[in-house]
């Protein structure tokens, strides 16, 4: 006579799939474990060169800070190519080579933008859109001001149109940046040589409106004449 077959519960049949499942994993562990444990260490090896490269750029902003110091002082002067070149014999690096050595930080970025000044104020045009248009710091006034730059390039080559959005796009970067009201006043002078004349008296009525204390009211009555008022 047949023995009669054991039902199997679902507890057992529960059971008997975790082990399954255990074993098959175990399995799969010691096939693989060598390149899983490769995997877990470069895993490691990112978050460990994170850190480092964290600490890095910390220092590395640092450094810049203290380059820069030191060779503001002679673009204030108006020695812009020696600020540009730096004076060796003074032991100070100029700005092509903080921003060569630490663009990336806030304040490598910051030297970008100062270098960018010196090429303008020497006439060198195309590089300062270059360095103006590379900018990637997050400073807003430094963005206003890398905007900015970049539309005062483009009005020596008579590119109004596109100089009148950057000084407009300036303007909207910071509610409180001092500079707002004579981007704005620059714009509207981009329109009227574009002789957009009616858009130009439009703007010139808000920028008085809006920045009665900014000291431009006798500039934008100027530009109002200018424009056929």
Not at 207 to 224: F, H, Q
Request: glycine share 6%; no cysteine.
């Amino acid at each position: 006579m047949l023995e009669k077959k054991k039902k199997i519960s679902k507890k057992e049949m529960k059971q008997d799939t975790l082990v399954t499942t255990y074993y098959q994993t175990l399995d799969f562990y010691k096939k693989y474990q060598f390149k899983i444990l490769i995997g877990v260490a470069v895993v490691a090896l990112v978050v460990v060169s994170s850190i480092l490269y964290i600490n890095k750029k910390a220092n590395d902003n640092v450094k810049a800070s203290e380059l820069l110091t030191a060779v503001v002082p002679i673009l204030e002067t108006g020695a812009y190519k020696e600020a540009i070149d730096g004076e060796k014999q003074k032991n100070i690096i100029g700005l092509k080579e903080i921003v060569s050595n630490y663009g990336g930080t806030e304040n490598g970025e910051t030297a970008r933008i100062y270098y960018a000044h010196a090429l303008y104020a020497l006439g060198k045009y195309d590089e300062a859109y270059e360095e103006y248009n590379d900018y990637s710091g997050s400073n807003p006034l430094l963005v206003s001001a890398a905007l900015a730059g970049k539309a005062y390039v483009q009005e020596t080559k008579k590119e109004y149109e596109d100089a009148y959005d950057n000084l407009v796009d300036a303007a909207k970067v910071s509610k409180i940046n001092p500079s707002n009201a004579e981007f704005l006043l620059r714009a509207a002078d981009n329109l009227i040589k574009l002789n957009k004349n009616k858009e130009a008296i439009t703007l010139l009525k808000q920028i008085k409106e809006d920045y009665k204390n900014a000291g431009v009211t006798t500039e934008v009555d100027k530009y109002l004449v200018k424009a056929g008022i």
